[in-house]
């Protein structure tokens, strides 16, 4: 009779390549004593490039401790959190560890945001300090009244760039949309002076390895955005089972794509924070488009990228890709939505690099799982494997704890260093999610005899949009705030570039009207850019259970459905 397997056996230890261990013997460093360690050992390294302009890891670590003065000088000391709205800008790398030097909370937050969204992070946070970029000075300082904010500090693209565009950067940046002008008010300072003001000489810290570092929002403006509490040990351990899985890569010796945004978790973790613990440059893209993208790699030649899949395929797409030499690309990660195979195999052939896809949570700091990093190891449409230090099981979808037989599916359920102390001020919402010990992940699972793991589902019917988390209730609330609307639901819908699209079914008022783009036009402003549906569907009624509530699950199923059998009809 054949052996059953088991999830407690960990079978996918036997796919692990040489090299990496079953578990890490975890150095307690904080983020910015890794940085530190970094400046001792590659002082004339770079650590930083944008757009040319280079910083070392000696100067990075100054700035850092220059900016760590001036929160000091604010106020700011254990346990009070700064929030950032930046793009992969220096002083977003700069800020974040500044912040963390002086025992404050990191609060990484989204410049595509809406002023409601950003208001009710800042306010959940309790953020007393906020450093910004130019362009959304004004805004910032209109919002600043109804939030605990009493400083604003703001920083301009045209504030690290090399000789000559450093000199032809004010000449043209707000014609093209890349500076603004910031109105005069109190307590707000631009970047270059605080820099100047204050020397790199903070209070000396000790940080508990326990204690809270940042909250990581999970969402937009509703009761189900989340402050994920993330520990210095969280954040520590995530890097460092990062190095353990790609044992070829040596500290000091890549260059990485810094393109995913800092302020998701996935860039914060794996392009930010990776990067500066492995000592490696980080050449960072402001605006992760095809062609800035395509730029950054002619211009600096990453080894490494982590990026998420229409990156990857925008770049495919894009004509500058025939002008760009991509043999400098060793090594790639890709996460947040599902990467196609033939897109996949056309970019390991252009660049003779190797893709390996992974799942994460920001619950989870967020890497979970990667597939082995060798081509005849991968399996492609999985997520891969638990990385070191990870327990995974998948249980029964109504109990919450009997195991699943091996290849039948239920909630996929994490334990490890990496996963999240809970989120601040939600007990309720932490005891659901945190459950002896285990991270309920709300995703549907299975996992083959291989150990090999694969996502089917969202149990908690999140959309994934472009690499992007969006709650289906986010833009459900805003429906609701149209008069017109008596009934909302939003759906993801398949979308072969940005992975799902969102469509909302909408029940109007007795008596009105209306049209797809005046709905969609209502929303703007209200909704970050990337959460704004491309279709809507008027009904006369959505179905229900009996108690009142809509089956979103029915009118996703009932889409699919539809999409299906159309393609069916086209011969696809």
Not at 511 to 538: D, H, N, W
Request: with cysteine; hydrophobic share 35%.
């Amino acid at each position: 009779m054949a052996q059953t397997i088991r999830y407690e056996d960990k079978p996918w230890l036997k796919v692990y390549q040489a090299g990496v261990p079953e578990r890490i013997d975890y150095e307690k460093i904080c983020l910015p004593d890794a940085l530190d360690r970094s400046a001792r050992e590659f002082p004339d390294g770079a650590a930083l490039i944008f757009e040319g302009y280079t910083v070392t890891y000696t100067g990075l670590k100054e700035m850092v401790d220059r900016f760590a003065t001036c929160l000091t000088s604010f106020g700011i000391g254990r346990g009070d959190a700064v929030a950032i709205l930046l793009p992969n800008l220096i002083p977003c790398v700069v800020a974040y560890y500044a912040i963390l030097k002086v025992g404050g909370i990191a609060v990484m937050t989204n410049p595509l945001y809406s002023d409601a969204e950003l208001r009710y992070q800042f306010n959940n946070s309790g953020s007393k300090v906020l450093v910004t970029i130019d362009l959304l000075g004004d805004r910032m300082i209109d919002l600043r009244p109804r939030t605990q904010i009493k400083q604003i500090v703001y920083t301009s693209i045209g504030d690290y760039l090399p000789f000559p565009r450093s000199i032809l950067f004010p000449l043209t940046a707000k014609r093209k949309g890349r500076a603004a002008d910031v109105k005069p008010a109190p307590d707000v300072y631009t970047w270059k002076e605080c820099m100047e003001a204050y020397e790199p000489d903070p209070p000396s810290v000790k940080l508990g390895f326990e204690n809270v570092a940042m909250y990581q929002y999970t969402g937009g403006t509703t009761g189900v955005s989340k402050g994920v509490m993330l520990t210095h040990a969280n954040l520590s351990s995530q890097v460092q089972q990062q190095a353990a899985w790609y044992p070829a890569f040596a500290k000091g010796k890549e260059r990485l794509l810094g393109a995913l945004p800092f302020f998701h978790a996935f860039g914060l973790s794996t392009t930010m924070n990776f990067a500066i613990y492995m000592g490696w440059a980080d050449i960072l893209v402001a605006k992760p488009q095809p062609e800035q993208l395509l730029e950054a790699i002619r211009r600096f030649s990453p080894s490494f990228m982590t990026m998420v899949p229409t990156m990857y395929i925008g770049m495919l797409n894009h004509p500058d890709i025939k002008k760009t030499d991509m043999s400098c690309v060793k090594g790639c990660f890709s996460g947040s939505a599902p990467f196609s195979v033939e897109a996949m195999d056309e970019f390991e052939a252009i660049t003779g690099s190797l893709i390996v896809e992974g799942f994460g949570m920001t619950e989870t700091s967020p890497v979970t799982h990667i597939n082995p990093f060798a081509k005849e190891a991968r399996k492609i449409g999985s997520v891969g494997v638990p990385i070191p230090d990870t327990l995974c099981r998948i249980v029964d979808l109504e109990d919450g704890v009997m195991d699943m037989p091996v290849g039948e599916p239920g909630e996929l359920i994490i334990k490890g260093p990496q996963v999240m102390k809970g989120y601040r001020g939600m007990p309720d919402e932490t005891a659901e999610t945190l459950r002896d010990g285990w991270c309920y992940t709300g995703d549907i699972a299975t996992m083959d005899d291989d150990g090999y793991f694969y996502i089917t589902d969202h149990k908690k019917e999140m959309i994934i949009s472009g690499g992007y988390n969006v709650y289906p209730l986010d833009v459900d609330e805003v429906f609701y705030e149209n008069p017109k609307v008596q009934e909302a639901c939003a759906i993801g819908i398949p979308d072969p570039r940005r992975g799902e699209n969102i469509k909302v079914f909408v029940v109007l008022r007795e008596g009105e009207s209306a049209t797809q783009e005046e709905m969609i036009e209502f929303c703007r402003g209200r909704l970050a850019t990337y959460k704004l549906p491309t279709e809507v569907e008027f009904r006369d009624r959505l179905p229900k259970t009996g108690t009142g509530k809509i089956l979103r699950k029915d009118l996703r199923k009932e889409e699919l459905e539809k999409r299906r059998n159309k393609r069916t009809e086209n011969g696809e």
